[in-house]
C-alpha cells in the first residue's frame, strides 16, 4: 500500500487551499481497505476532492484515497462496471466510445466515480444513483454490495453510509450509437461553459426547497463579496472562486457572511454542498 506524508491539501482539492495532511493511503485491493479501516478507526476517504476542502491546519485525520486498481471500467450485460477511482471524465468518454447512453447530463461534472456515488451528483433533475444498479463497498464489517433498491438515496446524497469505501458500482445504460451518445452530451457541455472559471468546488451550496441558493444569494447582493482570497462569483452566486490565494478560513467566513445575509433577508438557512475536513 502506498502512504505519503505531508501532503499539501492544495495539490489534492480543487478549491487550492489548506493546510498540509498528515497521511493520505492508497490502499490497492479490497483486503487493504478492510484491514485499513479497521486499523485506522477514524478515517476520511477522498475521491478527487472536487467537493472537499481542508482546514488551515494540519490534517491530523488519516485521509484514504483509492488507488490507480480502483480505475477500471468493463462491459457488462446491461450497462457497466467501473471502479470509484475512475474519473467521471473518462467514464464518459468510454460511454461515447461503446455507445453507451444514460450519464450524459453527467457531463461536464469533475471528480471520480465513487465521490459522485457519494454526493448523488448530477444536474437539478438526475443524479448518477438514477443509473446505479449496485454499489461495491467496504466497511469494517467487510466487503459488501448494497443494491440500489435499498439505498434512501435523494437529492445531493448517495444515501451511503460516512466511514464506508465505495470500491465500483454497477450501472444500467442503454445501448444506443457512439454518435447518438457525443450528440446528447453536447448541451450539457454548452451550459457548462456559462459557469464560473478559476478554482472552486462548484456549487457551495445545497438548493433549499423550492429555491436556488445562487438565485437567493444574488437577490441578497452578494455578489461579488470578498473575503481575503475568496469571492463569491459574479458569474454564478452558488460559486466561491479562489482568485488570489484564499485560506480556508477566508472561504468559511465568507460562508458564514452569505449564510447570514440570506437569512437576514429571507428567513432561510443555507445548507453547505462543500465536504471541510478537519474541524
Ligand atoms: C467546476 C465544478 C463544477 C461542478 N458541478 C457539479 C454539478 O453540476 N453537479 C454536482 O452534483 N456536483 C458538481 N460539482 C461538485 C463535484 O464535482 C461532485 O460532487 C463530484 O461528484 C465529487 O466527486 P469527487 O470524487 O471529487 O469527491 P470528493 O470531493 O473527493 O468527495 C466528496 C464526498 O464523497 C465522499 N467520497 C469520495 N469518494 C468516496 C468513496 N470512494 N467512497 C466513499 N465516499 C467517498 C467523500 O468522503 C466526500 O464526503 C462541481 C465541482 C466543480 C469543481
Not at 158 to 172: P, Q
Not at 202 to 210: A, M, R, T, V
Request: some cysteine; aromatic content about 6%; charged content about 20%.
Amino acid at each position: 500500500m502506498r502512504m505519503m506524508e505531508a501532503v499539501p491539501a492544495t495539490e489534492v482539492s480543487s478549491m487550492h487551499c489548506g493546510g498540509t495532511i498528515a497521511h493520505i493511503y492508497e490502499p490497492g485491493d479490497v483486503g487493504e481497505i478492510h484491514a485499513l479501516i479497521r486499523e485506522l478507526g477514524d478515517f476520511h476517504v477522498l475521491g478527487g476532492g472536487t467537493n472537499t476542502i481542508f482546514e488551515d491546519t494540519t490534517i491530523a485525520m488519516p485521509v484514504l484515497r483509492l488507488g490507480s486498481e480502483f480505475t477500471f471500467i468493463e462491459l457488462t450485460e446491461g450497462g457497466v462496471r467501473a471502479g470509484a477511482a475512475v474519473p467521471m471524465k473518462r467514464l464518459l468518454s468510454f460511454c461515447i466510445r461503446n455507445g453507451l447512453s444514460g450519464i450524459e447530463f453527467m457531463a461536464g461534472i469533475p471528480g471520480w466515480l465513487g465521490g459522485a456515488l457519494f454526493m448523488n451528483a448530477g444536474t437539478p433533475a438526475r443524479g448518477i444513483m438514477d443509473v446505479a444498479v449496485a454499489v461495491e463497498a467496504v466497511d469494517r464489517s467487510g466487503v459488501c454490495v448494497m443494491q440500489r433498491a435499498d439505498l434512501d438515496c435523494g437529492y445531493r446524497n448517495g444515501g451511503i453510509a460516512g466511514k464506508t469505501v465505495i470500491t465500483a458500482a454497477v450501472l444500467r445504460l442503454e445501448q444506443s450509437t457512439r454518435e447518438t451518445v457525443r450528440k446528447a452530451v453536447l448541451p450539457f457541455l454548452a451550459q457548462r461553459r456559462s459557469q464560473p472559471r478559476g478554482y472552486s468546488c462548484g456549487s457551495i451550496f445545497l438548493n433549499p426547497e423550492g429555491s436556488a441558493a445562487g438565485y437567493l444569494i444574488d437577490q441578497a447582493g452578494l455578489k461579488g463579496l470578498r473575503v481575503g482570497g475568496a469571492k463569491i462569483s459574479e458569474v454564478h452566486a452558488n460559486f466561491i472562486i479562489n482568485d488570489r490565494g484564499a485560506t480556508t478560513s477566508d472561504i468559511k467566513d465568507l460562508i458564514r457572511q452569505v449564510k447570514a445575509r440570506v437569512k437576514e433577508r429571507f428567513g432561510i438557512v443555507l445548507r453547505e454542498e462543500v465536504k471541510i475536513i478537519g474541524h
